[in-house]
């Protein structure tokens, strides 16, 4: 079928750049605007801060973190989303802190922190299994990201 008009369309609105496009990881302010939208965690924020741990974005608020009791685990509602929050959270202390890790999106649209080797850690799946189990403590997912 022929539309004359969606062909002038089309090239006034060219597609976006999918979620894990290489070329798009190196445009800067969609880079920043990621890790900005990414570091929010309002629920972890607002439960640790309920607890009295303000969270600085600082591997010692990670260790801070995991020595909070862990009452989130008493609402089976919220326990995912404050487990999403805290690997988005440990994402976040590791690209602010560990050179040459930054974030990256797969096509699926699932967060990981790719570090300057090319390793990628599922920071997601690492928060979610400290919310549920206590394990791996965020503390020790940050140190084996720094010393690589």
Do not use: K
């Amino acid at each position: 079928m022929n539309i004359p008009f969606l062909g002038n369309w089309r090239r006034r609105h060219p597609a976006a750049p999918p979620p894990g496009d290489p070329v798009a990881e190196e445009d800067p302010e969609r880079a920043a605007a990621i890790a900005e939208l990414l570091s929010e965690c309002e629920l972890l924020r607002v439960r640790a801060e309920g607890l009295g741990l303000a969270l600085d974005d600082t591997p010692a608020s990670l260790a801070a973190l995991d020595q909070l009791p862990p009452r989130w685990r008493e609402d089976p509602e919220e326990l995912p989303w404050v487990g999403n929050d805290a690997g988005l959270y440990l994402g976040t202390v590791i690209v602010r802190t560990v050179p040459g890790a930054h974030w990256h999106i797969w096509p699926s649209g699932h967060p990981v922190v790719r570090l300057a080797s090319g390793r990628e850690i599922a920071v997601v799946e690492a928060g979610l299994d400290w919310a549920v189990n206590g394990a791996p403590q965020l503390s020790q997912v940050y140190a084996e990201a720094a010393e690589v």
